[in-house]
């Protein structure tokens, strides 16, 4: 079985920044891909970021890109969301998903662990 804990999530102003957290453990190999996925307020949930393994190759949401930035570090086994100038609409609940394999998708039903989420709100 494989656990993810998102952390960092809070409040913060428009224009300001949050870097989110999931650290993975349980029974999971080095070769996975984690995807980050938020869900706001009465919308479905939508893929944000993914980062493969050991690093190299990353996708974005072009609602974020430019202004997060996804890494991690394979020897905590912890992933990164580093989120700037964020904006209202970035309000959600942010969840990292883990896969088994090399390809960073962007469909959420390709991915087998969750982790319960952390809120993020925007305030203006």
């Known amino acids: 079985q494989v656990q993810l804990v998102e952390s960092g999530g809070g409040l913060v102003q428009a224009g300001g920044f949050l870097r989110l957290s999931c650290a993975a453990s349980?029974?999971?190999?080095?070769?996975?891909?984690v995807g980050w996925f938020r869900q706001g307020p009465g919308k479905e949930r939508e893929f944000v970021s993914a980062?493969?393994?050991?690093?190299?190759?990353?996708e974005y949401a072009g609602s974020v890109k430019g202004r997060f930035t996804i890494s991690r570090d394979n020897a905590k086994n912890t992933v990164y969301l580093q989120m700037n100038s964020l904006k209202l609409e970035d309000t959600a609940v942010y969840y990292c998903?883990?896969?088994?394999?090399?390809?960073?998708?962007?469909?959420?039903?390709?991915?087998?662990?969750w982790g319960q989420g952390t809120q993020v709100t925007v305030s203006s």
């Open positions: 980062i493969t393994w050991p690093g190299v190759g990353t």
């Open positions: 349980g029974r999971l190999s080095s070769r996975y891909v």
């Open positions: 998903a883990a896969r088994y394999g090399s390809a960073a998708t962007t469909n959420v039903s390709r991915y087998d662990y």
